[in-house]
């Protein structure tokens, strides 16, 4: 039986851990899309978000920044009435406002990809965690400033925490533990840059 992450239960679980969870991204599209799902699972269950996932890229064109950014207050009164997603007013909202956000910093640092992964100097951080679920933390000291910088160009829903979990779901850090099948394939994708060992 393949070794996981003791996070995961579902099929849904197991296929975004397994393709995606702790792989590097750069790519902007991706990286927004990381950013609205994240700040959408606030509260609720990380298996909620994935089984709505394909209705959030049909409701947000595809997590097209531009076109993101564009949306209009009768935009959101149409999301709101989408039962495909999370109808939360303020995370809806949250999404318009982080993705003009994304259009500054795009404009100021030539890409969204390029400034966030300056909180890791470029380089994904390794972790060895022997049991995700017990030694994991919620936040960093990089997640910290992360979520700091964001909220100077005014994005919604980027405390550290979801901060944490958007640069775990990227690849900025590879948290798979020890004896997860997943944790070499992730850390092959990258130089190694520091380590943070359970105790």
């Known amino acids: ?73 009768a935009k959101v009164e149409a999301l709101l009435q989408d039962p495909g997603i999370v109808r939360n007013r303020a995370k809806i909202e949250a999404a318009i406002v982080n993705a003009r956000a994304v ?27 022997a049991l995700y679920k017990e030694h994991a933390p919620a936040s960093t000291p990089e997640s910290d400033a992360l979520s700091k910088a964001l909220k100077g160009y005014g994005c919604k829903f980027v405390g550290s925490t979801i901060c944490y979990a958007f640069m775990q779901a990227v690849g900025m850090v590879n948290d798979h533990q020890t004896n997860c099948a997943s944790r070499a394939r992730c850390a092959a994708l990258a130089p190694l840059r520091s380590k943070r060992k359970s105790g």
């Open 103 to 129: 259009l500054n910093i795009r404009a100021e640092h030539g890409s969204f990809a390029g400034f966030v992964w300056s909180f890791v100097d470029g380089k994904p951080i390794q972790n060895d965690w």
């Open 1 to 73: 039986m393949t070794e996981r992450c003791n996070w995961v239960r579902t099929a849904a679980d197991e296929h975004y851990h397994d393709t995606e969870w702790g792989v590097p991204s750069h790519d902007d599209r991706h990286l927004f899309e990381m950013l609205v799902l994240e700040g959408a699972q606030a509260g609720l269950s990380w298996s909620t978000i994935l089984n709505k996932r394909e209705n959030y890229r049909r409701a947000f064109d595809n997590f097209d920044v531009e076109a993101v950014a564009r949306f209009t207050p």
